[in-house]
């Protein structure tokens, strides 16, 4: 698959991605590699990564815990003290081996870290190769809010290898759809059309379908990289997604759930305010209901849950002035950005998800 560049990385994928990242040590003066990994790609991950590594360079493994959890200035701190333990000055490279937690983090830690250190992210779920990863979005989580700190700020390359995808289970991967199925439905009608039966894919169709969707992310942030309109769109489900995921993350009685679990759900209720505010046709939000509650377990949310979901909407990122804006959809394809909610036609988007 051919590479895909933007003015400050490229992302690169498979075996031609390793040549890339070899060539790329051979031509650079680093002092010293550092390698953040988590407790799961520790050891599913990284013996192939070091397998396909071609350098004399010395390196050091740094270890977090899995998990979103985890996603938090305390475990920043750890990665900060190793770091100025295993002496790392301002030429060294961290490379980023896992999943969405660990390409945010450890971006985030290399950006601030003597004021800034070169990264590269190797991301090894399929929800960060084709969205955490690319963009140059760095940070972490406040309590249970999320992404509340961090700097856009992108790597020198992104390597994609879809074999890492065998590590996974099921329920990883799903979350990894969410956002492809997110791409199609904001910027590619097209493109969203060949989720509809998903039975039918095959391994090889994944990886162009993985290709395509980073295809579609690196347009967005090419043209909007520090997210003043376009880029916006890439937060369609996520308002009441991201709401949903801390309020599920910070309560002992709730099962937490997977980013692109959370974000499914805040895409079928965000299309169906598009519907009543926008004139969404009624049709293709049916099509689209189905669709993600073929991939994704329906979620008990009660009626008592919904007063806190939407205490939490006013943390979001994209609001401005008081206001809480969502990306909505006019039709498959053409997003509508900064778009006010009344709460009761939110109480609405609670009861059709759940109906």
């Known amino acids: ?22 060539n790329y040590l051979k031509t650079n003066s680093f002092s010293k590699l550092f390698i953040v990994v988590d407790t799961n790609t520790h050891t599913y991950c990284l013996p192939k990564f070091m397998s396909k590594l071609e350098t004399d360079l010395a390196y050091e493994i740094i270890e977090i815990e899995a998990g979103e ?11 900060w003290n190793a770091l100025s333990e295993l002496e790392a000055d301002r030429k ?6 896992g999943g969405g937690v660990v390409t945010d983090l450890g971006g985030f830690v290399a950006c601030t870290f003597k004021r800034g250190l070169k990264y590269v992210n190797v991301p090894t779920s399929l929800l960060a190769m084709v969205d955490a990863s690319v963009g140059g979005k760095t940070g972490v989580d406040l309590g249970a809010l999320k992404n509340q700190v961090g700097v856009i700020s992108s790597g020198d390359m992104v390597l994609v290898d879809t074999d890492y995808l065998e590590t996974l289970p099921t ?3 799903k979350s990894g759809l969410a956002e492809m199925l997110k791409h199609g439905l904001i910027y590619d009608p097209s493109y969203w059309g060949k989720f509809l039966n998903l039975n039918t894919l095959t391994l090889n169709d994944l990886d162009i379908l993985i290709h395509q969707s980073v295809e579609i992310k690196n347009a967005i942030v090419t043209e909007d990289p520090n997210e003043n309109g376009l880029r916006k769109t890439l937060n369609f489900g996520h308002t009441l997604g991201h709401a949903i995921e801390s309020y599920f993350l910070s309560h002992a009685n709730k099962e937490e759930l997977l980013h692109g679990e959370a974000i499914a759900i805040g895409m079928i209720m965000e299309t169906y305010i598009s519907s009543e505010l926008l004139g969404f046709p009624k049709d293709q939000l049916e099509v689209i209901k189905q669709t993600f509650l073929n991939i994704f ?7 008592s849950d919904h007063g806190a979901i939407m205490e939490l909407l006013k943390y979001d990122k994209k609001n401005e002035h008081g206001n809480i804006n969502f ?3 006019e039709d498959i394809g053409k997003p509508k950005i900064d778009c006010l909610v009344e709460n009761n036609l939110i109480i609405k988007a609670f009861d059709y998800y759940q109906s």
């Open 69 to 79: 959890s985890h996603k938090n200035i305390d475990t920043c701190v750890g990665v």
């Open 1 to 22: 698959m051919t590479s895909i560049t933007n003015d400050t990385y490229t992302v690169h994928f498979n075996a031609d991605g390793y040549t890339k990242l070899n």
């Open 171 to 173: 329920n990883q991967l």
């Open 92 to 97: 060294g490279l961290v490379i980023n081996l």
């Open 297 to 303: 377990d329906k979620v008990s949310i009660d009626d």
């Open 327 to 329: 990306v909505l959809l």
